[in-house]
């Protein structure tokens, strides 16, 4: 991709009111248009341009990180973002994960029959926009379409390549007794922002996702050679979920500072309405870092540099693992010590 | 992936009559047990164990090729394959056509609520057995849960990654008039194997689909120091919708041989029953190639060393492109000269 502003208000051969047929995903003509006139003018790059069946790619880094996700996230768009958006930050967040600085992307559509073509021209714009926005090109795709009632408008699935640059290790199986636990920032707006839409609900001022690009927070410890032993983000099951899978994988036990964790007071407010625990609910642009005790002044300063991770803060510690003992507990804001489990499903289906 | 037969079997947690919840998709306990029981020991590598957001590889080759489909064919289960098997092979396919050793696949699970477990072990356990049988690795992975009536049971997109070793370039800009172009095998069986079942057609005997993987066939021709200029998997649209790609990308004009292509008789009845030309519809393992003249020869010996390339053939040549000439001509068993166009849409949607 050569990384030009916006260029999918080129002139289209389609109406305001053309819809996807099942003969856009059917390899001939009208698939051709489709992806002519919509998908080459935003995802650029000579990979796609050359009408391959692939693309041909020369990482800089001997050291790969490869990532899949699939987003059917129910409504398309939200306050903060949308499928489109998400597709492209979800990917390029868990490559970060690994450490790794997102290169690639691929992206796949499953459209259904009757969906607007507008409404598939706003969304390959805003996948254009935010990879843009983290420096990753969109390289290769496909697309099908299937029989109304057989899909939900658009499903994208974007699998993708990130290059490892520095030589840490990081993983759950890194995680040590003794590691300190740092939180990016306030949790549970993506999953009440969706809901709140999804439901109606109305509050004082809207309750924004915080869906965004964790590249370069992340990226920047990295670079200043902070020790970090094991990152994730908090998407589905968030925060508490994500600590219970790294204690399982990792064979500790983890301690959370309830009185530490950062949410908003609307979010708050929301959860005490629904019923939700703000530990439990889906966030996309949130991330906990486990490293060394001597690194948390660093790496919390290195975070407050970025608007993403101005609320950084340390929320918790691993510890040895006794047996019978819960893997995640809280200490609470009264004092008391609760088991923090991981749910059985999800509060909110289709999230993501 | 360790490369073990299957291990499906082993002790689930399943009941023979369970189907999918959302909460399989919610990122909780049930989505573990999911992974844990099901996915696991199927795509058992080190980069699906680790519990981690992405795989960590270290591809062998400094030039690598990238390419993604998603898969919604319907029936899933169809005479000479299923959805998994397709899904692997599909993909396997666009990076063997890219001269590409396959190496490393993604695989997103975009599943329907309601959909039996039993359907997703057998579609995932072919998806081990198709992996195996080709040399690639399933390393990271992702599942949605839609709701009821906002899927189709199972669509799976994969993703995948392989090796270039020849320093051959291979793509549509490398053709050139005088090229000969070869058919490996027969073609039309895919799409009305998977439209007989769909619609209860009955023939003498049942007509499978050709899905394989081309890797061997391919490989061995670029091991062999074949010249290969490009190379096509004859997919959606089928041989007319291919040639027809290549020639608008390469700008030259290719002239087809009828009475070479070869269609099994029965594939061929069908046709003329239903009305379809057979140049039009889909297959899953079959490719033209590009090759000097000087070449023909020498690839055609190798590929009918491969029971998958027995019937390999000489079917036409590519040409220096005249204005206002069509771009795909073929010589018909009459001996008059006719248009192959694109066509519009596709005969049969859902077809891979």
């Known amino acids: 991709m050569t990384n030009k502003p916006f260029s999918v208000s080129c002139p289209l051969p389609f109406g305001e009111n053309d819809t996807i047929q099942l003969a856009h995903g059917g390899g001939g003509r009208l698939m051709q248009q489709l992806i002519e006139h919509l998908f080459l003018p935003a995802f650029d790059s000579a990979g796609v341009r050359e009408s391959h069946d692939g693309a041909l790619l020369s990482p800089k880094s001997e050291r790969l990180a490869f990532t899949t996700d699939s987003y059917v996230i129910h409504p398309l768009f939200f306050p903060g973002g949308d499928i489109g958006k998400l597709a492209v930050y979800g990917t390029v967040n868990d490559l970060v994960m690994c450490g790794a600085r997102p290169r690639y992307l691929s992206a796949g559509f499953i459209l259904e029959e009757g969906l607007p073509i507008k409404t598939l021209q706003s969304v390959v714009a805003s996948m254009q926009a935010a990879a843009l926005a983290c420096g990753v090109e969109i390289v290769t795709g496909d697309t099908k379409v299937v029989d109304r009632g057989k899909g939900d408008g658009i499903f994208i699935n974007t699998a993708g390549i990130g290059e490892i640059e520095s030589p840490q290790d990081i993983g759950p199986s890194q995680v040590r007794p003794g590691d300190h636990i740092i939180l990016s920032g306030d949790i549970g707006r993506h999953g009440i922002a969706v809901m709140a839409i999804r439901e109606g609900l109305e509050f004082d001022t809207t309750i924004e996702s915080d869906l965004a690009p964790l590249c370069e927070p992340v990226l920047s410890l990295l670079e200043a050679g902070v020790e970090i032993h094991c990152l994730r983000d908090l998407t589905r099951g968030g925060l508490a979920s ?100 991981m749910i059985s499903g999800e509060q909110l289906p289709r999230i993501c």
Chains 1, 2 share one sequence.
Do not use: W
């Open 242 to 341: 994500a600590v219970n899978e790294i204690a399982e994988a990792a064979g500790i036990c983890i301690t959370l500072d309830e009185a530490a964790i950062p949410v908003e007071e609307q979010v708050r407010g929301a959860c005490e309405i629904l019923g939700f625990d703000p530990a439990y609910v889906a966030n996309e642009g949130r991330f906990i870092a486990f490293i060394p005790e001597k690194e948390v002044g660093r790496a919390l300063d290195i975070l407050h540099a970025f608007p993403l991770g101005k609320a950084a803060c340390l929320i918790g510690v691993a510890r040895e693992k006794e047996t019978s003992e819960a893997a995640v507990t809280m200490k609470t804001k009264i004092g008391v010590e609760r088991i923090v489990d």
